[in-house]
């Protein structure tokens, strides 16, 4: 049986907390009746930054897939750490953007924030209805994969090779189905940013 230092278990109740505390975080800014204030229209460049994060995320992941295939352990974590640390912008960059600014609807042509009759009844509501179909995944595997890349970095880090192995079958699917369904996300939701 493997012992665990007290500096391990402080890692790993580390890990535990920000696994929660973020997703809660990320729920409460999205639904909270009352953005920040003052933080200007810079903020609405942010989704496009995201999305970019999000493309490039993608390629890395890919990269670092093929790399750890190729036996390139030093190319594989260098990718890895610009997947991570990519992941940490984007995070940053949406809890700033959706505690400041209220969300956009899909099918809100005029971009009022309201979906009106005409919008509710117009034949954007099918792309809607798929819209939602891929955002609610997304959401979800979005906050599943938080332990995930957490303990898979904490694995590589702590040269815990073997444990790092079994968490990554998980971890690359479902980091790179959030990354691939995020930009989809925004393809989609983009024509409705206010302007």
């Known amino acids: 049986m493997e012992q665990v230092s007290a500096n391990q278990k402080s890692y790993i109740k580390l890990i535990w907390v920000l696994s929660i505390a973020i997703p809660v975080v990320v729920a409460i800014l999205i639904f909270a009746p009352e953005k920040i204030e003052g933080a200007g229209d810079w903020v609405y460049i942010l989704p496009h930054l995201n999305a970019t994060f999000n493309s490039i995320t993608t390629i890395v ?4 897939y093929y790399f750890i295939k190729q036996k390139n352990i ?3 974590k260098s990718m890895m750490s610009i997947a991570f640390t990519l992941g ?17 609807i899909y099918g809100d042509i005029d971009r009022n924030g309201i979906l009106d009759e005409a919008e509710k009844n117009s034949s954007l509501m099918f792309w809607r209805g798929f819209y939602h179909g891929i955002l609610l995944p ?5 906050a599943i994969v938080v332990p995930f890349v957490l303990f898979a ?3 590589a880090l702590t040269d815990k090779i073997e444990k790092h192995k079994k968490i990554v079958k998980w971890t690359f699917p479902i980091w790179l ?3 691939i369904s995020g930009v989809v996300v925004y393809i989609m939701i983009s024509p409705y940013y206010p302007n």
Do not use: E, N, R
């Not at 960059?93 to 956009?104: E, K, P």
């Not at 997304?138 to 979005?142: D, E, K, M, Y």
């Open 138 to 142: 997304h959401i979800i595997f979005a």
């Open 153 to 155: 970095f904490y694995y």
């Open 177 to 179: 189905f959030v990354s």
């Open 74 to 76: 030093k190319a594989h």
């Open 61 to 64: 992941l890919l990269l670092g």
């Open 88 to 104: 940490s912008l984007f995070l940053v960059s949406y809890v700033i953007y959706h505690a400041s600014a209220d969300s956009t």
